[in-house]
């Protein structure tokens, strides 16, 4: 059982290439959701899903782009990286049912964007 | 909506001291949940303790406890004799019980721990 996993750990980017950050989880978890760390700032949810084919937007989901084919997946992409978007990216995921409604994260992918 | 005010940014103790990190929160639900997570230098984040709105005990678990007072709107976290290896980012998040995925994170509380 590994929890969730985020690859990569860490990702130089240029301005203006995309990308896509991949997290996956082996805890048949309905809901799964990525948070970008900014210093100072807390973790400011992007987007999220509450199902396999259901996607809904967080606080700041400009600029990403997200899907989720499967109850495993939820990968985030950066269709056109920016400077602003240099984070620390966490995905997360928790079940529906009691006793499994805690919200565990995974490693966190540190991302720059020159 | 909801909100969660950690007005500690940093806390330096030495090591083997009590230290109580701050937690107020704001939320218009009914019921909810209370998280505290930890974010060690490596990074990750590290689920601490889930408390449920309508349950107003407190819990111990080792060295750690949690004081939820919900007339004050207050979730405060404190480490008894503390160890270089509490020194972390500690995190509060209110959260929704139903269907919501959303946790509410504060700016955290850092704690260095010193010999």
């Known amino acids: 059982n590994a929890g969730v996993t985020q690859t990569p750990k860490f990702q130089v980017l240029k301005t203006g290439q995309s990308m896509t950050l991949q997290c996956a989880q082996d805890?048949?978890?309905?809901?799964m959701s990525w948070y970008r760390q900014d210093p100072g700032m807390g973790l400011r949810l992007i987007h999220y899903?509450?199902?396999?084919?259901?996607?809904d937007q967080g606080e700041v989901p400009n600029g990403y782009n997200v899907s989720r084919s499967t109850t495993e997946d939820f990968p985030l992409r950066l269709l056109s990286a920016a400077p602003s978007q240099t984070s620390v990216y966490f995905c997360?995921?928790?079940?529906?049912?009691?006793?499994?409604?805690?919200?565990?994260f995974g490693p966190g992918t540190r991302l720059t964007v020159l | 909506a909801q909100k969660v005010t950690q007005a500690q940014t940093e806390i330096s103790v030495v090591e083997k001291e009590d230290v109580t990190l701050d937690c107020v929160y704001e939320?218009?639900?009914?019921?909810?949940?209370l998280f505290w997570y930890k974010q060690p230098p490596s990074g990750e984040l590290v689920f601490l303790i889930r408390?449920?709105?309508?349950?107003?005990q407190n819990e111990i678990s080792g060295r750690y406890s949690w004081n939820f007072q919900k007339s004050t709107s207050s979730f405060n976290f404190t480490i008894t004799a503390s160890q270089v290896v509490d020194s972390a980012v500690y995190f509060c998040?209110?959260?929704?019980?139903?269907?919501?995925?959303?946790?509410?994170f504060g700016t955290g509380t850092q704690l260095k721990v010193e010999l």
């Open positions: 805890m048949n978890h309905e809901y």
């Open positions: 997360a995921s928790r079940g529906l049912a009691q006793g499994t409604d805690t919200q565990y």
């Open positions: 899903s509450v199902g396999a084919g259901i996607t």
């Open positions: 408390r449920n709105s309508f349950d107003e």
């Open positions: 939320t218009r639900d009914t019921t909810y949940y």
């Open positions: 998040a209110p959260g929704p019980t139903g269907g919501g995925n959303k946790l509410t």
